[in-house]
């Protein structure tokens, strides 16, 4: 027994009370955009980019649904004008919301859903459908519901079937084997229902977005409500964001 009480005291306190607040060391997050103006025709970024997440140079701007924080970007940057801190705070309801540039850093602040919240804010069901994902993402994806984070404290779970889930939760670029199940897992979700893009991946392909063995036209007809980036995403990206968008506030069981 005391053996067992020196192991909990040396462990601490693992779970996180303010998630909203939490902020994780040595996590390669939210790429940094500095003020100083680029080399003239220098595209040494660009290049050094595998999933084209720089859509435009002058002003400087990423695409976070692309980017998968490889960090081979800033090393190259001759104006080092590009750097990578701990943010996880990054998810967004539009797609459009994930480009940051200099003048807008960080995707807008996630306003709360009426309908969402109306709907799922006291209990919310999700299903996880990994469509050829590399099992990055669903390894976080795992993680939410640890001591750390415990996602089930708000009422929020993941279950194995679809017929008893709210919304589904993407991870993977979609490849032809998975498109069909993965219609059929959504088709068997009652309504109301919702799809949430997890990863890069899942938002825009991410480094398989040419592959010919992606199909995404899925999502052509079903548009996520909350995009979640990353490579993978952190587990208080998705937690954060699913608060957020249910008007659940810090600290709240």
Do not use: W
């Not at 306190?13 to 994780?24: E, F, H, K, T, V």
């Not at 209990?123 to 750390?148: I, M, Y």
Request: hydrophobic share 40%; glycine share 8%; net charge positive.
């Amino acid at each position: 027994m005391f053996r067992s009480l020196r192991v909990r005291i040396a462990q601490g306190r693992q779970y996180i009370g303010d998630l909203r607040a939490a902020s994780p060391a040595n996590f390669r997050g939210l790429p940094v955009i500095g003020a100083a103006p680029c080399a003239s025709a220098c595209q040494a970024c660009v290049d050094a980019c595998p999933t084209q997440a720089f859509t435009r140079l002058d002003p400087l701007e990423i695409d976070l649904g692309r980017c998968i924080q490889c960090g081979d970007c800033a090393p190259v940057c001759p104006e080092q004008k590009l750097t990578f801190s701990n943010g996880c705070h990054t998810a967004a309801v539009r797609r459009e919301d994930l480009l940051i540039s200099a003048a807008r850093p960080t995707p807008p602040p996630i306003a709360v859903s009426a309908a969402l919240k109306k709907q799922f804010g006291r209990s919310l069901r999700l299903r996880s459908v990994s469509a050829g994902g590399c099992n990055g993402c669903e390894a976080e994806l795992n993680a939410v519901g640890n001591v750390n984070f415990d996602l089930g404290r708000y009422g929020i779970e993941f279950v194995a079937s679809p017929r008893h889930a709210d919304g589904l939760v993407l991870s993977g670029p979609i490849t032809h084997n998975m498109a069909e199940p993965l219609q059929l897992c959504f088709d068997a979700q009652p309504r109301p229902r919702f799809v949430l893009a997890f990863g890069a991946c899942a938002i825009s392909g991410g480094l398989f977005a040419q592959a010919p063995q992606v199909e995404r036209l899925f999502l052509a007809h079903n548009v996520p409500v909350l995009y979640v980036p990353g490579c993978p995403p952190h587990p208080l990206t998705l937690v954060v964001a699913l608060m957020d968008v249910l008007g659940i506030a810090a600290g709240t069981p």
